[in-house]
């Protein structure tokens, strides 16, 4: 045939057949497409659920409960306080003292007056009575050895024990921040002259009690904590002061006073004088009188 070639129709036979493209076993229609893109949005919408979710706190479950520990109160009202935010039958806290292990100094003898500081602490389904107090007495610790604490006592010639002792007298005494570093030079001055504190605070605390008015027979009081009577410090705190009266206590405003009364609200008077003093007191008492009559 014309233009029949055999070689031609060798290399034509010979040459070979391209490979067909392999199409997916699974055709969709546009139906089905719309199907598996809605099936794929709900499971992403569902896995971003389950993150916000896991992220997001509980709407059941209920926030901690605060327990805040005013400055100067005594272990005795934070035992009370913390079985009361814990509904534990009375004197539980106190008698967890004996299995709490906390981290006292020494000096204490297991006696955490001044250790509980005061502070703001969550209470949960999980807190103890005795990992309260553990938690009180650890920031106690952290506070009492920073802050130039440590160094404030040594250099005064104390321990920082006995800087808390102070601390917790200044803390009742003082009837204003401002007077804290007064009061704190008081104690370190009647100390260095051999004279006793004569704080009413400290026969308060003997007595269990909160008052300014001391009578002649409190101060014959027997006991250790009578600071009319006996020289030196109390053998322990007599509550549990905040950081202001710490920094007193390790760092007292320069001054010679001996004295020091608060006349009437907002007018504490500091003094060296003995008779200046009795005028002081002297006017304390008419205010009183004067304020008894009124009410």
Not at 74 to 100: F, H, I, M
Not at 228 to 243: A, H, S
Not at 246 to 267: H, N, S
């Amino acid at each position: 045939m014309p233009g029949f070639s055999l070689y031609a129709g060798y290399r034509a036979a010979m040459r070979p057949t391209p490979p067909r493209r392999r199409r997916s076993s699974v055709r969709l229609t546009r139906r089905g497409r719309l199907v598996v893109s809605a099936a794929c949005a709900l499971t992403l919408a569902a896995v971003v659920a389950v993150i916000v979710n896991a992220l997001l706190p509980d709407e059941h479950e209920q926030p901690p409960q605060m327990l805040t520990i005013p400055e100067g109160w005594r272990a005795r009202q934070v035992y009370e306080a913390v079985d009361k935010a814990l509904a534990a039958p009375a004197g539980t806290t106190k008698k967890s003292l004996a299995t709490a292990h906390l981290a006292l100094p020494q000096e204490a003898r297991g006696n955490p007056e001044g250790y509980l500081f005061p502070a703001t602490y969550p209470i949960t389904g999980q807190t103890t009575p005795g990992g309260l107090l553990a938690e009180m007495v650890e920031t106690a610790n952290k506070k009492f050895s920073g802050g130039g604490v440590a160094a404030g006592a040594q250099g005064n010639a104390l321990n920082v024990y006995q800087a808390v002792i102070i601390a917790s007298v200044v803390q009742a005494e003082a009837a204003a921040p401002d007077d804290m570093g007064k009061v704190a030079r008081i104690i370190y001055n009647r100390l260095s002259r051999g004279m006793p504190l004569q704080m009413d605070s400290t026969i308060n605390y003997a007595l269990n009690r909160s008052t300014v008015h001391t009578t002649e027979k409190d101060t014959k009081l027997d006991s250790p904590y009578n600071s009319y009577t006996r020289m030196g410090l109390p053998p322990t705190p007599i509550g549990n002061p905040g950081d202001q009266a710490m920094r007193a206590a390790v760092a007292p405003t320069p001054g010679d006073w001996l004295y020091f009364v608060t006349v009437k609200p907002g007018d504490t008077r500091f003094t060296s004088s003995y008779e200046e003093q009795m005028r002081n007191v002297a006017e304390f008492n008419r205010n009183h009188r004067a304020a008894r009559m009124a009410s």
